[in-house]
């Protein structure tokens, strides 16, 4: 009963004293807001991030890295991994995982009927470095690893490569191309794939708007691509290799697959192993920093509180000193220490809880402005539209918890002197008190 008398004399001095009341919370309604608006921006931030990478593909990625014994020694080139293991590898795990690495295969152009000069850049790879670049299919099928092994002069093109090349409507899959590579002899090549264009995510644009100035990759066979460039030689042995994995797997999964293949490759060599990196890791640990820094902004924002509570005393000071002669009556007819000292923490941490409730509204209204500032800057522009989608706010449930809590721990402490003071009155001293 004494609790909810309490609750009921300090919302009564609270209302009494509105603009009083409202400006001793301001401070904490500042330190409550910048760490909710902290913590929510945090969580989206690591949450856009996150899915990102899911909506890219860029999470089934995953490498397996020559790793010797010794830190300090470089390995002999022949104890790399060799294109006979990734073969072993794939035909072990048919449809589970793809090859994913590149190699550039330098600058080609050919001449439209226009008779016009298109100009592109050959990257030779694989199924998987599709997905390493985020490339989406638009129609035909991606460059296979099958393709490198029986060295096909396939090539996937542009959407931008057809409009530059093509004439309107005209099916580009399955034509014949002459392409002349680093300004040797014409290669001819077949195209059975279109992939759409985007500057961001495969970076060969050359700043200039005019679509037809604009230079694209090709992809083709990883093999193809090393001959071009003439590394062929080098490029069966790889110190780090990339890899995709379906998503019938989870990460730990090919992750154990791959340990388990290459760690048995490499038993018979000396002072050599593997070492298997999933970007899910990557993400976790980027994941965490985002976290790490958002605690540590958070817990600066917060330090603001300390101002706001010096600003609860203050004012608890002031209402003690101005209702002397009621504690004066209140203690003459009994009432005891506890009962004066409760009611005045009481409206301290009431005065504080409202201020923290406030700093919360006003810190989720900051995040879904910057929310609709971001969308409206994203949505834009259609090449981070592509690789951002929409940005939706995620408020921290833990950090709305904890500044309530911080709230009330504020209102106890900061109220607790006054209080103090209060209980500790003379009652013949308070009712002389003019």
């Avoid at 638009?138 to 099958?146: A, D, M, V, Y």
């Avoid at 002459?178 to 002899?185: G, P």
């Avoid at 001959?227 to 490029?235: C, F, K, V």
Wanted: charge should be negative; aromatic fraction near 10%.
């Amino acid at each position: 009963m004494k609790f909810w008398e309490n609750l009921k004399m300090a919302l009564s001095s609270i209302w009494s004293n509105k603009m009083r009341s409202l400006l001793t919370m301001l401070g904490i309604i500042i330190g409550i807001s910048a760490v909710i608006t902290i913590t929510t921006l945090g969580n989206t931030l690591s949450s856009t991030f996150s899915n990102t990478f899911q909506n890219l593909g860029a999470s089934n990625l995953m490498e397996v890295i020559v790793a010797p014994d010794n830190p300090d020694e470089e390995p002999d080139v022949e104890d790399w991994i060799t294109m006979d293991m990734i073969k072993g590898f794939l035909d072990k795990y048919p449809g589970e995982f793809y090859f994913g690495q590149d190699v550039q295969g330098g600058e080609g152009n050919l001449i439209n009927s226009q008779k016009q000069t298109v100009n592109v850049s050959l990257t030779g790879g694989a199924e998987g470095t599709f997905d390493y670049y985020s490339v989406k299919m638009l129609s035909g099928r991606k460059i296979s690893f099958r393709d490198s092994l029986e060295d096909r002069h396939t090539c996937v093109v542009s959407d931008v490569f057809v409009k530059q090349y093509f004439k309107d409507n005209e099916e580009p899959i399955g034509q014949e191309i002459s392409l002349t590579v680093n300004e040797s002899l014409p290669v001819e090549f077949t195209i059975v794939g279109v992939y759409k264009y985007n500057e961001m995510l495969q970076g060969m644009g050359t700043g200039n708007t005019k679509e037809e100035d604009i230079k694209t990759p090709m992809y083709i066979p990883y093999t193809i691509a090393s001959e071009l460039s003439g590394t062929s030689d080098y490029d069966e042995y790889f110190y780090y290799c990339v890899f995709t994995f379906d998503n019938s797997l989870t990460p730990s999964e090919a992750q154990s697959k791959m340990e388990s293949y290459f760690n048995e490759q490499y038993e018979q060599i000396k002072g050599c192993g593997v070492r298997v990196v999933t970007n899910e890791q990557v993400m976790k640990v980027m994941s965490s920093a985002i976290s790490i820094l958002t605690v540590i902004i958070s817990v600066i924002a917060a330090l603001s509180l300390l101002v706001g509570g010096v600003g609860v005393m203050n004012i608890m000071l002031v209402s003690v000193t101005e209702r002397t002669r009621e504690i004066g009556i209140r203690k003459a007819l009994g009432a005891k220490k506890s009962t004066i000292k409760s009611q005045f923490v009481t409206e301290a941490i009431i005065i504080c809880l409202i201020g923290g409730i406030i700093g919360i509204i006003v810190g989720l209204l900051n995040g879904e402005i910057v929310a609709v500032i971001a969308n409206s800057v994203i949505q834009s522009d259609p090449t981070y539209a592509d690789l951002l989608g929409n940005v939706s706010i995620t408020p921290s449930i833990g950090g709305i918890v904890i500044s309530l809590i911080f709230s009330t721990l504020t209102g106890i402490f900061f109220g607790l002197y006054p209080a103090g003071k209060a209980a500790k009155m003379d009652p013949i001293d308070a009712l002389r008190y003019e």
